[in-house]
């Protein structure tokens, strides 16, 4: 998570956003003016402050998303976010939307930081993919507070996460009221070792006492179950935890995210949980492996009730790929000093069954099979970086079509200028 005297311009995935124009919005020219005048604004505007401003343009088959970023400080302990940008197909200039995705602010005081608006968040160890809230996921409005300690912090927050109007399809109604509260303690006991535990609590109706469960730290949210005894019908409860241990060549590091159904004594409900274990080590210096284990059950984010799906819409709060799903990545790492670059080479295979997180037993399909590569190269020219990504992946019964195959591809342009 980003909260404090940093100021982030990040812009993706634009059914979570908030749409700056009706309809289909300006040609490709005019997206490309709006980006790069959002860039001369703050950097003129922020001229005093520390400063990171960036471009990225990331092209999935079809679809592009050109997107403008900066993270700086305000000074005197004031932050804020804002983040804009334009998808859309190549082959239509017409079709590009252009889009604001966040917008927000905080204010630090020590080591307590309140923050407040249209944000994303993202906590957890995983480095491909994230069980609990991962940085590729949607932005929500919400508002929340952080405190650091020597060996601790924790987050708490209050989110709306209905479906944005704009991103509902034809004949879909947004959502009456459905909330998220979520809070964060990480603990670092031993300097090698670092434990965290969170909670995410999804509800569609106000009840008794939640002023006090939104707002007073460590106060499980589990407890509404007891008191004041909330129906089981209006909420879903998820709870987490991480922990990574740093040897003197390796990293260990894991998540669990478990559903709150297997967690009443002989309960016979399906086992609803999402895992993550992997592995960092460096072989020969310079030269860095990791390998990732993902598995996510089907339907671990969703719920009877589709409202209080673990999701904004259908873009799940937790893996961006969704649930029903098992990965496994190994990459190699190397840094060539003379070149001043970073290189990174990996492969990868995913399952992908039925991974939409709404609705609760949603049907059964045959899963794609996906086996991959992925380049990265990451150079470093003084106070500027430029990074590129590359990922190819053959998949077997694409589309979830038994025999058939396709292709994915994902290819990744940056710029970050460090001022």
Known sequence: MSCGRKLTVFCQNKEAGVFLFDERGPNM???????????????SALVSAEMTVGLDWEMIN???TIAAWVDGELGGG???????????????????????????????????????GLLRHSFGRAQVHPTFLGAQGPAFP???????????????????????RRALTPGE????????????????????????????????APFDGDIFYNTLPILPYYFTKYLP???????????????????????????????EFPM?????????????????????????????????????????NPDAAYSVGDKPLGNPLGDDLMGVDLQVSHYWEALATDTTVGVYHLRLGNTVVRPW???????????????????????????????????????????????RQKLVLSATWYL
């Open 29 to 43: 020219r005019t997206t490309i003016t709006v980006v790069l005048a959002l860039i001369v604004f703050c950097s």
């Open 62 to 64: 079809r679809e592009n």
């Open 78 to 116: 004031f932050g804020i976010k804002l983040g804009v940008g334009a998808s859309g197909s190549m082959e239509g200039p017409d079709e590009f939307t252009t889009f604001v995705e966040e917008f927000g602010g905080s204010y630090s005081i020590g080591a307590f930081t309140v923050f407040g």
């Open 142 to 164: 919400n508002v929340g507070y952080a405190v650091e300690g020597a060996n601790w912090s924790y987050v708490k927050l209050l989110g709306d996460v209905r479906t944005p």
């Open 173 to 204: 109604g947004q959502e009456e009221f459905k909330r998220l509260g979520l809070h964060y303690l990480r603990l670092t006991p031993w300097e090698p070792l670092t434990i965290s535990v969170g909670e995410a609590f999804v509800y569609t």
């Open 229 to 259: 005894g909330i129906k089981t019908a209006i909420d879903n409860s998820l709870f987490y935890g991480d922990a990574i241990l740093r040897l003197p060549q390796a990293a260990l590091y894991g998540e669990l995210l478990v559903n």
């Open 264 to 304: 009443v004594p002989g309960a016979t409900n399906p086992r609803l949980f999402a895992v993550t274990l992997g592995v960092q080590a460096e072989l020969v210096p310079s030269w860095d492996v990791l390998a990732e284990y993902t598995y996510v059950t089907e339907s671990a984010y969703s719920n009877n």
């Open 361 to 407: 037993k949603s049907e059964e399909v045959v899963s794609e099979k996906v086996y991959g590569i992925k380049l990265e190269a990451k150079h470093q020219l003084n106070n500027l970086e430029l990074k590129g990504h590359l990922d190819v992946g053959y998949v077997q019964d694409y589309k979830h079509q038994p025999g058939e195959t396709g292709i």
